[in-house]
Nanobody
């Protein structure tokens, strides 16, 4: 069983930026459709973004234009670049691929 390990969460003011990382325990060259999800307190987990393959990506409507995904195959890492953050972006962010889930990283947007 492989692993996904997220990092990069923290506290940021509204309008600020954060970059999350998801490190895989194997090569991501053939890992298509690596997803980012988030779960706010008391709410269901929701889809945020998908790294389809290379530079192709898909996004939830709520983050389109503000978040972007990228991948570094040499580092076996997928990134979620978050800009113009809002208080409603506060959640635990998870990386997901097939039946692999990371442990999550907390993002808090507050002044």
């Amino acid at each position: 069983q492989g692993q996904l390990v997220e990092s990069g969460g923290g506290l940021v003011q509204p309008g600020g930026s954060l970059n999350l990382s998801c490190a895989a325990s194997r090569s991501i060259t053939t890992m298509y459709n690596i997803d980012w999800y988030r779960q706010a307190s008391g709410k269901q987990r929701e889809f945020v973004a998908r790294s389809l393959f290379e530079d192709n990506a898909d996004y939830a409507a709520s983050v389109t234009g503000r978040f972007t995904v990228s991948r570094d195959n040499a580092r076996n890492t997928i990134y979620l670049h978050m800009n113009m953050l809002r208080p409603e972006d506060t959640a635990v962010y998870y990386c997901h691929w097939q039946d692999w889930w990371g442990q999550g990283t907390q993002v808090t947007v507050s002044s």
